[in-house]
């Protein structure tokens, strides 16, 4: 892999995004000032090997180095003390060079993210062993972090670590200007990707061939997958990563695929059509129930309003169509409360969106929910990944679904508990709906919301239209 | 991912391919008893993480495990002793099965493979630890291997897991027929991404889009790329994994991309062609000679042959080629004793395929180089991976190259040292050819070789064809 990963020509070609990008990392370098104290040291990580050491997986740069460095650097390391950045990094070796071709240098790099200074690797070992820091996911970076430190980094994040990763969470949540212009680069992307998959079904034989013809936007566009994309007829299987399944023409194909830019800002949606262009009556049915739980969420997201009653509406929403359906039996409200919504809908509403799919995840639920605020027991609310009062600048995926999980609806325990809240005659007319999820990504304004991946349908009959 | 990554639609469909699996497992560990009279414990492997741990890297098993499993079976382990075979694995759970789907069980698996016995992972605490086995990639795994055998795994092979490898290296030299059957299948799917990169030049813009084009094609044969793709018009970047460079008419595109069937077994092929659909006469020239060194060594490959004589005839060619076009000057053999080739062909001539594409390549050179062999540290030798003498059963690469390596051909002691064997004034009319490879998978044969990557031209006149 490269030790730097984007190219010098985009650079040099365009200096005055270079400025911008050392604004960019001055600012956030200064909020974070404001906040703690103590030097921070990032590292930006390194390959992990697949089947062997030099057959790495596609290099990563870890997400918070890559808010405060702005680049993808390879084996890098930063250092943010009072607002001032310092750079720690190799300038590539002539074996290198050879292999994986010329880099910019260390000083180059330094001048363009605005470095106020630029040192060997080396150097990392003769710092003050007293910083905070994050731990990264590659195990050799981490064992170097612990090295660094003189001490291991323990496994869940304290006294300065634990502050610093506060003091971020508190920058992270609201996305800048820059950042927000990279979300919109991976949401055209995969805006356009599940076109491409909808184009793709009518000759398609097997979900790969589907999947493939996404994925090949993203590639094109020299951006990678965000996540392991979910393309699959068996909708149910929430996080389903096979591809082996042929596709019938009274299927559901459900595509969760998005895009990541180069600078690892994120995309993340989902679209579920029918193989033969046109939903049968049962699946048109849910389809319009899933989407009105997801428009009803969309039109309530704003800064003030709890995500957590984002959840519940859906759930609500969700409950209310299924009775009205005949699958369900009882009132909206005391349906949610005994949680029946989440034998079909057992996620949450979704999450917050960023650097990372799920965004800051890494540390655990600390961004996800609000200080003094943990999961829920409930099986309708434990899974949700965020509950937070939303607020401007956030961006958060609104993603309602409608499942038949055999695991769930065939376990005896919960059958006989839902025994008389769900009418099981009627669910089986439904036995064409196994999942439909509908997906976006909103970023919360300072008075509502804009949907940034609207350029992509939702309604039904628009799907329908895209796969024709 | 999934516990278990065939599908099991495909499993029960096929119970003839199964038996067949669990007869060549058996024949292999049989081998492998043959040769070692330890308990051996291999580990199939866990997921890596990417920027967060529940984003991981898409899974691939250990290939030691696979040889003797025979499925990409997710964080499971099997004993191999005195020709029986044991795993460990434990069944979803109903959380796992919620969010991933239904996956064949142990006892299901077992009997597939043709288990003796199938026991929980639980199980392997309560072994002896006295066993030999081969660290895995993931360091999770790596922890648990060292915790099983009671102390740390040394960074080096040593004592049993040293002749461990070398029984594995001794079995794994040779293809059987199930290896050389998937070997085939990968080939097969590596030809058409070929075609289809070839066949998207004439409208792409920039390199990742050929890249996308041929990758769309492993993804849509439900395989995986065996290693990062190489698709650039900086050819003379040995390794470069960059994608962002605009494509030119006068460019020459190489193409190094090489599929990976779902059971692990790896192809790997390079074409080059020009960008236009039409070689320049230089450009021309300079394949010809590439592919006249490509020809000659897989005229010469058969059991017996020692493969280092294949790359130093291949150093042989280019270097009388380069000559008979006024690049250099002297007697061919002359200029491969001083490495003069290797300023325009600075690697091996191929190497060792099989589950890996570089073939065991975990275990450093046990496998690549024979018994008291090591790597020479004269520059035209010292990138050689391979240096053993060929066998039936072997598959190995044949890749001769040209390219002009900026960091070779400008640093000054090179230029120094070469100053009066090169004519720098003629070189410099070959400016537009950067790189330049072409690279076929071979399998020895008892009496010579088979070209399995033969479906894929090579003749200058045939690559243009596809091109246009």
């Known amino acids: 892999m490269s030790l730097f990963m984007l190219t010098s020509t985009r650079f040099s070609s365009e200096p005055r995004s270079s400025d911008l990008l050392a604004a960019t990392l001055r600012h956030r370098r200064e909020r974070l000032a404001a906040q703690i104290d103590v030097p921070v040291l990032l590292w930006s990580g390194r390959s992990s090997a697949r089947n062997f050491p030099a057959n790495v997986y596609a290099y990563r740069a870890n997400s918070h180095f890559l808010y405060f460095a702005g680049l993808p650097l390879y084996n890098a390391a930063i250092r943010l003390a009072s607002g001032r950045l310092e750079l720690f990094m190799d300038d590539a070796t002539p074996a290198y060079i050879l292999w994986h071709g010329d880099s910019p240098q260390r000083d180059q790099i330094a001048q363009t993210i605005g470095a106020d200074a630029a040192y060997p690797l080396s150097h990392l070992e003769s710092l003050d062993a007293e910083f905070a820091t994050i731990p990264v996911q590659d195990a050799a970076t ?31 949540l609201s996305h800048d200007e820059a950042a927000i212009a990279e979300i919109r680069k991976a949401v055209a992307t995969t805006v356009e990707a599940h076109r491409a998959g909808m184009a793709a079904t009518p000759k398609a034989q097997w979900e790969a061939q589907i999947r493939a013809a996404m994925e090949q936007v993203i590639m094109a566009d020299q951006m990678t997958c965000a996540y392991s994309s979910i393309v699959t007829v068996q909708g149910e299987v929430l996080h389903s990563d096979r591809y082996s399944n042929a596709i019938e023409p009274q299927d559901l194909l459900l595509a969760d695929v998005g895009a990541e830019a180069e600078s690892g800002w994120a995309a993340d949606v989902t679209r579920t059509w029918a193989v033969s262009g046109k939903f049968s009556p049962t699946q048109r049915d849910i389809y319009d129930l899933v989407l009105s739980a997801h428009d009803q969420c969309i039109e309530k997201a704003r800064p003030g309003v709890e995500y957590r009653d984002l959840h519940l509406l859906a759930a609500q929403v969700i409950a209310a169509g299924l009775t009205d359906l005949g699958i369900l039996r009882g009132h909206a409200e005391d349906l949610v409360e005994q949680d029946a919504h ?16 799920h965004d800051m995840e890494d540390l655990g639920d600390l961004a996800g929910y609000a200080a003094g605020r943990s999961r829920s027991d409930r099986f309708g609310l434990g899974y949700l990944r965020l509950d937070r009062p939303l607020q401007a600048g956030m961006a958060v995926t609104i993603e309602p679904g409608f499942y038949q999980v055999p695991a769930l609806l065939n376990d005896p325990q919960r059958r006989a508990r839902y025994q008389d809240l769900v009418n099981w005659e ?22 509502g919301n804009e949907v940034l991946t609207a350029a992509l349908p939702t309604q039904a009959e628009a799907i329908e239209q895209m796969v024709a």
């Open 426 to 447: 009627r669910l089986a007319q439904f036995s064409d709906v196994r999942g439909i999820r509908i997906e976006d990504d909103l970023l919360i304004t300072a008075t």
């Open 342 to 357: 989440a034998l079909f809908f057992p996620h949450g509403i979704g999450h917050l969106l960023g650097l990372d799919v």
């Open 142 to 172: 981490r064992q170097w972090q612990s090295q660094v430190r003189q001490r291991s980094l323990p496994s869940t994040l304290q006294d300065w670590d634990l502050a610093l990763a506060k003091a971020i969470v508190e920058l992270r």
